[in-house]
């Protein structure tokens, strides 16, 4: 199976910052990587896929990138809707696997 | 839009079984594969399973392997997952998830229903 670190676990930022959340393989995957966003009691959010391709509707302060084995998401600004969980998800094999999330919470 | 509506979650005793299902509006169900997706209390994202659009492949996590069997009604529009000697480590919110973007991939979720395996 293939294993995603996330890192970090979690952080701590302020309304206008840029953050990047860092996710690795534990094998190659080409580009089959997807970014979401889960909020509290609220069910997951599908944001990039291919890496780096947003899904319809999703703000362009979100933006990924990578390939292989090493991916980031970063957010330019951040602001208050965007405090949340996010996780990756390989879809180059299954069993899909996902990260394990990185929280996002407000400094 | 893409609608995914699970229901039949609910509180059951450890090696009982339960069938969830997950109607689909909003695109045409026959044409996509489906998953389904859990959740732990304060815990992470665990995938369990796949069925693809014709209803043969399917693939499992080893977790659930041999317990937990996905099912699909292209007539129906209806996922189902079905559930049996269940544990205590199955509580979780269970999703079901659509792959209409590309292939694999989880991407329009449902709102989840909570399954709770206690005596």
């Known amino acids: 199976d293939i294993q995603m670190t996330q890192s970090p676990s979690s952080l701590s930022a302020s309304v206008g910052d840029r953050v990047t959340i860092t996710c690795r393989a534990s094998q190659g995957i080409g580009n089959y990587l997807a970014w979401l966003q889960q909020k509290p009691g609220k069910a997951p959010k599908s944001l990039i896929y291919?890496?780096?391709t947003l899904q319809s509707g999703v703000p362009s302060k979100f933006s990924g990138s990578g390939s292989g084995t090493v991916f980031t998401l970063t957010i330019s600004s951040l602001q208050p809707e965007d405090f949340a969980t996010y996780y990756c998800?390989?879809?180059?094999?299954?069993?899909?696997?996902f990260g394990g999330g990185t929280k996002v919470e407000i400094k | 839009q893409v609608q995914l509506v699970e229901s039949g979650g609910g509180v059951v005793q450890p090696g009982r079984s339960l069938r969830l299902s997950c109607e689909a509006s909003?695109?045409?169900?026959?044409?996509?594969?489906m998953h389904w997706v859990r959740q732990a209390p304060g815990k992470g994202l665990e995938w369990l399973a796949v069925i693809w659009k014709d209803g043969n492949t399917k693939y499992y996590a080893d977790s659930v392997n041999g317990r937990f069997t996905i099912s699909r009604d292209n007539y129906k529009d209806t996922l189902y997952l079905q559930m049996n000697s269940l544990r205590a480590e199955d509580t979780a919110v269970y999703y079901c998830?659509?792959?209409?973007?590309?292939?694999?991939?989880?991407?329009?979720w449902g709102q989840g229903t909570l399954v709770t395996v206690s005596s």
């Open positions: 909003g695109f045409t169900f026959s044409n996509y594969g």
């Open positions: 998800q390989q879809y180059n094999s299954y069993p899909l696997t």
């Open positions: 291919g890496a780096s």
């Open positions: 998830a659509s792959s209409i973007i590309v292939a694999g991939m989880v991407d329009y």
